[in-house]
């Protein structure tokens, strides 16, 4: 049976349910829906963002709503145009069999006329957000004066943006005696201002511990100079091959910079913020939920609307001036029970959030070190074969396979594969060599955890890395697969460190004494009925360091970089490339190249970021430019003829 069936929904919902394909109820409408069905009462909802909040308000007021009755019943408020948008377009999936409902949307940026006169025609629920709605009321447009629901999505969100007049003068208008459902994912005090102002005794349901942040996410940070930051970002996309993420900015000028270089360095990204119109906004959204785009840089307001799935990472570029705004970002990430990864970009002098950040969501950071160039390239070289082989073949390929086999025929397997690796790997370790090192410049001598003043446990020094076969695609984040390897080791809490988890595959450290265990044990467990595959990795995890923290691994004497761009981008970006969503550059599809970055999703692989098929086209490229922030060392790529 499906759970949906327990909680007291009528027919035509759960039809639209089973259309929806939800099988089972978050704990959050497990929670609301009961209660809200069966009993005319005031709610405070608390839980994070992804948890299923737009259901669990919902389906109970759908459930609630008189159809026959053509006046507004109901107020939505978000904070938001495109999460107004989104919960008025679930709203209308969930009531696509309940004749009569209508739903109307309510925000800025498009005609208040055009909405006023659907409102007019009959319109049970309205979703707006709180500026408009107020200007609405002020020209006499709505009239809420008999709503029997008022509901406040997102509460502290719309707080933080300055909505707090806004919304005490719109819930003045509304009657004392509706029901009022307040959704939000913390309890700041000027929401709590709010429910104690306007509800009666509410009903108060908590997913998980107040303000705590998701089960789903983990949560690191990297400590870099300020100068570095940017660099840093690019490492880190280039470090995660299968990355699709949302990048948070401080500022719109920020996310607009930060989104131009990423663009200019032929990453797949575009910025989203306040100053741009709705078309351009819901440009932007489409690229990204059709993962045309991989790297959506923005600020804490425009990124509310973001509701879009499998998003990986969420990196915090900068940190929020408010530290609750973190649990509401990494909230983007790490949805729907999938596993995600919240990143922090850190300096010395803002380490002191972490611990303030830790305090709030009750979940603690583990401290990661900027890639190196040699890690970089292992990670995208096993990215790059599992690609390969997990790719489906077109056999429209076999009518030209005779002329291939005939140029390549004087080549052995070992030949061949060596040759195919080194079309990117040139490239790649020629650019590697020429770059500085950015990593373990920020604390300028012995790492340490600056927040207790104790040093930070493992630097890698003398440590064995492993790879291993299992990745996200079986389930694992970095914290589960380190309980996972403890467990199946017998190893202490601090025996297994540094794990990097990819989609295909893994990396993790131990000290050397333990390196014959792990081979012996791990080479003879299977998983779900795969054999697992560990081999000591051909880097040592980053380099011996010196007692002031230098790198004697990697590239060119210990020189760290900031690598090629990712998207699957072994390599340096090819010629041509514009890459992201700016302006008309990303209107028409790039021309490929191995592994060209572009506006196009990454398909992995060894280089690239294009739109069009992968393998179209040359695979002749140049280094990528940099022109990052304080750093044009990198070559100019020649212009495509």
């Known amino acids: ?68 009755n053509r006046n507004t019943q109901a107020l939505i408020l978000s904070p938001t145009r495109e999460l107004c948008l989104q919960i008025t377009n679930e709203i209308k999936n969930y009531s696509k069999y309940e004749k009569g409902i ?33 200007d609405m009321i002020n020209r006499g447009l709505v009239n809420i004066s008999q709503i029997n629901f008022c509901i406040l999505d997102e509460a502290d969100e719309m707080l933080n943006m300055g909505f707090y007049e806004d919304i005490v003068n719109i819930l003045s208008t509304t009657p004392d005696e509706k029901n009022t459902w307040l959704f939000s994912a913390t309890m700041p005090a000027e929401v709590a201002r709010i429910g104690k102002q306007f509800m009666k005794d509410p009903i108060e349901i908590t997913v998980g511990a107040k303000n705590s942040g998701s089960a789903t996410v983990s949560h690191e940070f990297y400590l870099v100079n300020a100068r570095d930051r940017y660099e840093a970002l690019k490492r880190l996309a280039d470090a995660n091959p299968d990355i699709f993420s949302v ?25 989203l913020h306040g100053d741009l119109s709705q078309a351009q906004r819901d440009g932007v959204m489409k690229s990204f939920r059709g993962r045309q785009i991989q790297m959506l840089v923005a600020t804490d307001v425009a990124a509310r609307g973001i509701d879009v799935d499998n998003i990986t990472h969420v990196v915090n570029y900068q940190l929020p001036d408010e530290i609750e705004t973190y649990n509401h970002r990494s909230g983007r990430t790490g949805r729907a029970g999938k596993l995600g990864t919240s990143i922090v970009i850190v300096t010395k002098s803002e380490l002191r959030k972490i611990s303030s950040i830790e305090r709030i969501i009750k979940q603690k950071f583990e401290e990661k070190t900027i890639p190196s160039g040699i890690e970089i390239c292992e990670i995208q070289l096993l990215h790059l074969a599992n690609k390969i082989k997990d790719v489906e073949v077109d056999h429209e390929i076999d009518n030209y396979l005779p002329a291939i086999n005939n140029v390549l025929e004087a080549l052995s397997k070992e030949e061949l594969i060596k ?131 230098r790198s004697s691994g990697g590239f060119g004497g210990g020189q760290r970089s900031s690598a090629p761009r990712r998207e699957g981008s072994f390599a340096p970006r090819r010629e041509g490339s514009g890459g992201g969503f700016r302006g008309d550059r990303n209107s028409a599809p790039r021309e490929g190249g191995f592994g060209g970055r572009s506006s196009a999703p990454r398909e992995g692989g060894f280089g690239g970021r294009s739109s069009a098929p992968r393998g179209e086209g040359s695979s002749d490229r140049a280094p990528r430019r940099s022109e990052s922030f304080g750093d044009s060392s990198r070559p100019r790529r020649p212009r495509k003829d």
């Open 1 to 68: 049976m499906n759970k949906f069936e327990q909680l007291g929904l009528s027919e035509s919902l759960l039809k639209a349910i089973l259309d929806l394909g939800f099988e089972n109820p978050t704990e959050v409408q497990e929670k609301a829906i009961p209660l809200l069905l069966e009993k005319d009462t005031d709610m405070v909802a608390l839980a994070q963002t992804g948890t299923g909040k737009t259901a669990a308000f919902g389906f109970p007021v759908i459930q609630k709503i008189d159809a026959n």
């Open 102 to 134: 209508n739903v109307v949307a309510v925000y800025g940026g498009a005609s208040i006329t055009d909405q006023a006169r659907d409102i007019k025609r009959g319109a049970q629920i309205i979703v707006a957000t709180p500026g408009r709605m107020q």
């Open 247 to 271: 990048v948070f900015c401080r500022t719109k000028r920020d996310t607009q910079a930060v989104a131009e270089k990423l663009v200019e360095d032929g990453y797949s990204a575009a910025a």
């Open 419 to 549: 040759k195919m690796v080194s079309v990117e790997f040139n490239r790649f370790i020629n650019y590697y060599k020429k770059t500085r090192d950015i990593s373990n410049q920020a604390s300028g001598s012995e790492r340490r955890d600056d927040r207790d003043g104790a040093p930070r446990e493992n630097n890698n020094g003398g440590a064995t890395r492993y790879f291993v076969n299992i990745g996200s695609r079986d389930n694992f984040d970095w914290m589960s697969l380190k309980d996972y390897l403890k467990e199946t080791l017998d190893l202490g809490r601090d025996d297994v460190f540094k794990v990097d988890v990819k989609e295909g595959f893994s990396f993790f450290n131990t000290d050397p004494e333990h390196t014959d265990k792990v081979m012996e044990v791990l080479n003879n467990v299977q998983l779900e009925g795969r054999r697992i595959n560990v081999e000591i990795s051909k880097n040592d995890g980053g380099g011996r360091r010196d007692h002031n923290g």
